[in-house]
């Protein structure tokens, strides 16, 4: 009898049994340090100002609590406008001393910011755990690391900044806000690295860890005020943006309030599906889901879509939930009950359309089961709004372009993962897709020298890599911008249209026959698009004046639609322009500049007739011109890329693509000079403008004259167009203002002028940066070493 008991026992023990139920555990991580740290401050925290911790009285108070169990951690209090005062001040007083260290000087504190992390790398992942709900094995092999790669990363570029980033200097005070962790490393320590100081705004949810890392740079000996941690509410975030004192706000999350994806994975049926699945699951289930890239559309190819489904639903089964700090555990909670509910709510709505709906068990309290949504139309809102949970949507396709065509129906263009053995396919597939990280056979693969960054609606700057770093220098050329900041009426700027009325102050007629009887034939000035001249739609004109006042000629008055058949000749010319050859691209621009000196004399005297320059500054503005359309020639088929250097076993391939579709707003100054060196750089890089040229395809320069701000109002508000460079004063506010809306780049100038004669500001590697954005593709291997 007893060796029977003892048969049964070994037996449900048994390796198979085991390898079958997959029950592991319970592992639980030991959190009494964690909680002796928050002990150690009575679990009441303020800010950190200045290497000091401030209490200041009569605040609110917010109980951060651990999304596991639902028990309060610690109470964090709400900051105020004297808040903001106290902490930008002390930023602002640290960057006159930071700003001049040398590079190494700075490396140096980076360096031992990021041994310090490692020193106390167990006591942040159980923190990070406790605060965000995410398991302590994602924050001790994932977050943690990943801070500290980027610390080390860019204590490098700390070093090197001065022979490698020659021409760039630090913006001034930055503010990041609303990440947890490891994106509060991607944002800080670029920042720091060229010489900016720092004041953070940790999410609401999630303050904790913001607040031991500020610790641990005071630790490690970062000098006061260069790193500020204050805490508040969404309303402080709006108080640090607009503070007159700070120079760039750096932001990540969701779009309405922030930025955020909808990541399409695709599988064809090439592809190691078993292997397929397990990426699947990193897409969607790792930290809940709750990931901006997360790959939360699924799409399979037609022929193996079914039996991949299964597989899918197979691994569904096996996914752990329970206790952060469980280390035998695949997903903890969800970040708070409202973002609970929110999921839900996405959920049960697909139910009641029709859907089918497969979802696990999960415990009680704020978990919500992972969670596989098929048969589906491409418009359900589970397939185009990020739900930002553990909701993955599965659709099938047949062809490769359809896929593609399936993968860019999307406002966002955060992320993407393309499966298949066939690595031409699954590169050419990467490339068509329109996202700013693209992962061969794996997802959320992330390493500080890759910057990681959206397009389209995922927003424009990226964290990581050299690329990274150009978000938070100016051009050292550029002193910091001083203004009156104009109060603009967003709901009336550019808004009325207006056209000039007969102008009797005409200029003198050039004569053209010996007996002054025959005046020149009188020349019409049309809106050029679509590669072909076009009369306005409204039928009306402006009145160009010359340099003594009197009418020179008549251009047309552009409106609204005008504005509309300019940005549709240019999406329609962008996509093949940009497949051209850079080499092809140059030698039209080569060609450009070729015809407009054969035109030098007649460029000149219009420069004249209009500005009232001398004959000789004329020249030298024509001449400069056509040296920058050899420049930025040069350019079209030398700024494509590179290698980046990250961990992985593999090659990540960092692609510059152009952004698209850009306006240009063009300044007063340098009116030849300034239009050929914002629009030639575009063009370049493959990019199509809204703005006579020759053997340009039609469609990729588009020219529309008339009232600048009413012209720009429109192409910002359009949503096509990808990007809006310069303008007025009033009119660059309206391009920022409205452009957190629909998430265009801009590049504003405030009405300021540069000097467009000089290399550094008319032709810089800012004009590069601007008419670019970086893709990047993970390309993994293994055939032969699986390191």
């Given at each position: ?22 029950e592991?555990?319970p ?16 679990r ?33 209090i ?14 602002k007083?640290?960057?006159k ?10 490396a140096?504190?980076l ?24 398991t ?51 944002k ?13 705004k ?13 610790e641990i ?14 805490t508040?509410g ?19 999350g ?78 903890g ?6 973002q ?48 930002f ?37 699954a ?5 068509m897709?329109?996202a700013g ?6 997802h ?18 990226r964290?990581?890599g ?6 938070y ?11 009156v900041?104009?109060d603009?009426?967003?709901s009336?700027f ?25 005046p020149?034939?009188?020349r ?12 306005p739609?409204?039928?009306?004109c ?30 329609k ?16 621009l080569?060609y450009w ?7 030098r ?7 004249i ?5 001398s ?12 040296a ?92 096509d ?40 500001e008319?032709?810089?590697e ?18 032969i070493?699986?390191?």
């Amino acid at each position: 009898m007893a060796g029977k008991v003892g048969a049964e026992v070994e037996s449900n023990n048994s390796v198979a049994t085991l390898f079958n139920s997959m029950e592991y555990g319970p592992a639980p991580e030991d959190e009494k340090v964690a909680q002796a740290w928050l002990d150690d401050h009575d679990r009441k925290f303020g800010h950190f100002i200045n290497n000091v911790w401030v209490h200041p009285g009569e605040r609110k108070t917010y109980e951060t609590k651990d999304p596991c169990r639902g028990t309060v951690l610690a109470s964090t209090i709400q900051g105020n406008q004297d808040d903001v005062n106290q902490a930008v001040a002390a930023a602002k007083e640290a960057h006159k001393s930071w700003s001049k260290l040398s590079g190494h000087a700075r490396a140096r504190y980076l360096y031992s910011i990021a041994r310090h992390v490692q020193k106390h790398s167990r006591l942040i992942a159980v923190v990070e755990s406790l605060d965000n709900g995410k398991t302590v094995r994602e924050t001790r092999d994932c977050d943690v690391p990943l801070v500290v790669r980027h610390l080390y990363y860019h204590a490098g570029w700390a070093q090197l900044m001065d022979t490698q980033m020659k021409g760039w200097t630090s913006v001034g005070a930055i503010v990041p806000w609303n990440f947890p962790l490891m994106l509060l490393a991607w944002k800080v320590c670029p920042a720091l690295a060229m010489g900016n100081t720092v004041v953070l705004k940790p999410a609401t949810n999630t303050r904790l860890s913001a607040l031991l890392f500020a610790e641990i740079c005071a630790e490690a000996g970062l000098p006061a005020g260069v790193f500020n941690v204050i805490t508040g509410g969404g309303a402080m975030g709006s108080l640090l943006a607009t503070h007159t004192d700070v120079d760039k706000v750096g932001f990540t999350g969701s779009t309405e309030i922030e930025l955020g994806g909808k990541s399409p994975v695709i599988v064809y049926d090439s592809a190691d599906l078993d292997s397929a699945v397990e990426g699947v699951v990193d897409a969607i289930w790792f930290n809940q889901g709750q990931v901006c890239c997360a790959g939360s559309r699924l799409l399979v190819q037609e022929p193996v879509f079914d039996k991949f489904i299964e597989k899918v639903k197979h691994r569904m089964k096996t996914l752990r939930l329970g206790s952060s700090l469980d280390k035998a555990v695949d997903m903890g909670a969800i970040i708070d009950p409202c973002q609970l509910k929110y999921i839900a709510n996405y959920v049960d709505e697909a139910r009641k359309d029709g859907a089918e709906v497969f979802q696990v068990d999960a415990p009680a309290g704020c978990f919500y089961p992972p969670t596989l949504i098929t048969e589906v139309g491409t418009t359900s809102r589970t397939v185009v709004e990020e739900i930002f949970g553990p909701v993955l949507v599965a659709m099938p396709f047949r062809t490769a372009k359809e896929a593609i065509s399936l993968a860019n129906n999307t406002i966002y263009g955060l992320g993407a993962s393309v499966f298949s053995e066939q690595l031409t396919l699954a590169i050419e597939t990467a490339k068509m897709i329109k996202a700013g990280a693209v992962w061969i056979n794996c997802h959320n693969m992330f390493d500080a020298a890759a910057g990681f960054g959206g397009y389209k609606q995922s927003g424009y700057g990226r964290d990581g890599g050299k690329e990274g770093l150009f978000e938070y220098v100016k051009p050292s050329w550029q002193s910091r911008l001083n203004f009156v900041t104009p109060d603009v009426d967003m709901s009336k700027f550019g808004a009325s249209y207006m056209a000039d009325r007969p102008s009797i102050t005409a200029a003198t007629p050039q004569v053209l026959s010996a007996d002054g009887t025959l005046p020149q034939v009188d020349r019409t000035y049309k809106l050029y698009y679509g590669g072909a001249q076009k009369r306005p739609d409204g039928n009306y004109c402006r009145v160009i004046n010359n340099a003594e006042g009197k009418a020179f000629a008549l251009v047309g008055e552009s409106n609204r639609k005008d504005v509309r058949n300019a940005v549709e000749a240019a999406s329609k010319a962008q996509p093949g322009w940009d497949k051209r050859s850079g080499f092809n691209r140059s030698q039209i621009l080569f060609y450009w500049a070729e015809n407009l000196e054969q035109r030098r004399e007649e460029f000149v005297n219009h420069l004249i007739t209009l500005t009232g320059e001398s004959k000789e500054k004329a020249g030298q503005e024509v001449d400069a011109t056509v040296a920058r359309l050899f420049h930025w020639a040069a350019f079209s088929d030398k700024y494509g890329g590179a290698v980046q250097e990250t961990q992985l076993y593999g090659t990540v391939l960092r692609i510059h693509e152009p952004m698209g579709l850009i306006g240009v707003a063009c300044p007063d100054k340098a009116p030849l000079l300034g239009f050929v060196s914002l629009v030639a750089a575009a063009v370049a890089r493959g990019n199509a403008v809204v703005l006579e040229t020759s053997d340009l395809p039609g469609g990729v320069i588009n020219i529309l004259t008339g009232s600048r701000d009413h012209v720009t109002k429109y192409l910002t508000e359009h949503q096509d167009l990808q990007a809006m460079y310069f303008g007025s004063l009033e009119g660059s506010k309206f391009v920022e203002h409205t452009s957190a809306v629909n998430l265009k780049r801009t590049w504003v100038n405030y009405g300021l002028d540069r000097k467009w004669l000089d290399a550094h500001e008319g032709e810089g590697e800012e004009f590069l940066y601007q008419a670019t954005q970086v893709k990047n593709i993970w390309l993994t291997m293994g055939d032969i070493f699986a390191n």
